[in-house]
């Protein structure tokens, strides 16, 4: 069972930028695509961004393009993701996950890092 770590998070003005990291235990994180999640309270858990294995393709949701750039350092099997021009909408919980080899769906969460963005 695969276990993923978040750290990055916490309080930061309006305007200003985080980078939260997600480090992966085991030797097959190159083989998943990652995603970065949040949840503000209240709010369902939207899907942030995701990247491919390789790193060669990444998505997001609309309203964060722009703003939120994730990445991955396969050697040292984490993802990232900066975020920007933070809002004070932008605080939530953010999980990263993996996503499931042969399904649409992910599989494994991490603990969440809470971020909050003061106004």
């Known amino acids: 069972q695969v276990q993923l770590v978040e750290s990055g998070g916490g309080l930061v003005q309006a305007g200003g930028s985080l980078r939260l990291s997600c480090t992966a235990s085991?030797?097959?994180?190159?083989?998943?695509?990652m995603g970065w999640f949040r949840q503000a309270p209240g709010a369902e858990r939207e899907l942030v961004a995701a990247?491919?294995?390789?790193?060669?393709?990444?998505s997001y949701a609309d309203p964060l393009k722009g703003r939120f750039t994730i990445s991955r350092d396969n050697a040292k099997n984490t993802v990232y993701l900066q975020m920007s021009s933070l809002k004070p909408e932008d605080t939530a919980v953010y999980y990263c996950a993996r996503r499931n080899l042969y399904r649409d769906y992910y599989d494994s969460w991490g603990q969440g890092t809470q971020v909050t963005v003061s106004s």
């Open positions: 085991g030797r097959t994180f190159s083989t998943y695509i």
């Open positions: 990247i491919s294995e390789s790193g060669s393709w990444t």
